[in-house]
């Protein structure tokens, strides 16, 4: 009996074992497909550096004329690099938590499709990096470190945001978004990036005048023109005080040569 006890523990044991070591899908903190960050969507990933930790948007715009309010997508690009010198890392998705600080309810997790390549990081005999190019095993031709675009914020969360509105903080007030990166290298393994924390700041709402707005100024002549000190009207452009000493004066002028 006690045999048969220890044999069974071996046995358990040896299985665990080979599940362990059989999976290679283990990737504690992206040691080997990694996240670098977020690349601001203008500039349409011409380069894979990351240069964006987050954005401002404001909270939703409003059509004054209309009463139409919509918000829309928030798109960024995500920065991903691969570290297996032997296989290339198909991405197929991107998952996105979402947490408001002080908020009653807090949106949905999304996950957008990704589909693009991570192609092999090329070691040299010595050891060295080489430059990335097409994996012979496969004729894939990207590098090993790449940029694609998605929504880190789609407009479904936002259209919840706008209809939960009072579950949230007044703007403004920051969103975390929480991401990581699901792909398939050419071995079939799965691996999980890290997660890379992007922030949303959303500013006050953004109202559309239809219609076209100006103001009418007035003018002060014509209403406002006075006499001259001596009698004679006159306008604020100063032809009022001209005109009222000239009259004044040859009043004067005649009523002196009647005396003599």
Same mark, same amino acid.
């Given at each position: 009996?006690?045999? &048969?006890?220890? $044999?069974?523990?071996?046995?358990?044991? $040896? =299985?665990?074992?080979?599940?362990?070591?059989?999976?290679?899908?283990?990737?504690?903190?992206?040691?080997?497909?990694? /996240?670098?960050?977020?690349?601001?969507?203008?500039?349409?990933?011409?380069?894979?550096?990351?240069?964006?930790?987050?954005? *401002?948007?404001? =909270?939703?715009?409003?059509?004054?004329?209309?009463?139409?309010?919509?918000?829309?997508?928030?798109?960024?690009?995500?920065?991903?690099?691969?570290?297996?010198?032997?296989?290339?890392?198909?991405?197929?998705?991107?998952? =996105?938590?979402?947490?408001?600080?002080?908020?009653?309810?807090?949106?949905?997790?999304?996950?957008?499709?990704?589909? =693009?390549?991570?192609g092999k990081k090329?070691?040299?005999?010595?050891?060295?990096?080489?430059?990335?190019?097409?994996?012979?095993?496969?004729?894939?031709?990207?590098?090993?470190?790449?940029?694609?675009?998605?929504?880190?914020?789609?407009? @479904?969360?936002?259209?919840?945001?706008?209809?939960?509105?009072?579950? &949230?903080?007044?703007?403004?007030?920051?969103?975390?978004?929480?991401?990581?990166?699901?792909?398939?290298?050419?071995?079939?393994?799965?691996?999980?990036?890290? @997660?890379?924390?992007?922030?949303?700041?959303?500013?006050?709402?953004?109202?559309?005048?239809?219609?076209?707005?100006?103001? *009418?100024g007035g003018t002060?002549?014509?209403?406002?023109?006075?006499?001259?000190?001596?009698?004679?009207?006159?306008?604020?452009?100063?032809?009022?005080?001209?005109?009222?000493?000239? *009259?004044?004066?040859?009043?004067?002028?005649?009523?002196?040569?009647?005396? /003599?």
């Amino acid at each position: 009996m006690r045999l &048969l006890r220890i $044999s069974g523990a071996l046995l358990l044991l $040896s =299985f665990a074992a080979v599940s362990g070591c059989g999976g290679g899908t283990n990737n504690d903190q992206g040691l080997a497909l990694t /996240l670098l960050g977020y690349r601001a969507d203008s500039d349409n990933c011409s380069e894979a550096v990351p240069n964006q930790t987050g954005t *401002t948007e404001p =909270f939703s715009t409003t059509d004054e004329s209309s009463g139409a309010t919509f918000a829309g997508g928030i798109v960024a690009g995500l920065v991903v690099e691969n570290n297996l010198s032997h296989q290339h890392v198909i991405l197929q998705n991107a998952f =996105f938590e979402y947490y408001v600080p002080g908020a009653t309810a807090q949106p949905p997790a999304t996950s957008s499709p990704l589909g =693009f390549v991570v192609g092999k990081k090329p070691i040299s005999e010595g050891g060295e990096e080489e430059e990335g190019g097409t994996d012979p095993g496969s004729g894939v031709t990207s590098e090993p470190i790449v940029c694609g675009e998605t929504f880190v914020v789609p407009a @479904e969360v936002r259209t919840w945001m706008l209809l939960n509105r009072q579950s &949230l903080p007044e703007p403004p007030f920051t969103m975390e978004v929480r991401g990581f990166v699901t792909g398939i290298t050419s071995a079939g393994d799965r691996f999980d990036t890290n @997660e890379v924390n992007y922030l949303v700041q959303f500013t006050p709402d953004i109202i559309i005048n239809g219609g076209t707005s100006g103001s *009418t100024g007035g003018t002060d002549g014509g209403t406002d023109g006075g006499t001259g000190d001596d009698g004679g009207a006159g306008t604020d452009d100063g032809t009022g005080d001209t005109g009222g000493d000239s *009259t004044g004066s040859e009043g004067a002028g005649t009523d002196d040569s009647a005396d /003599l």
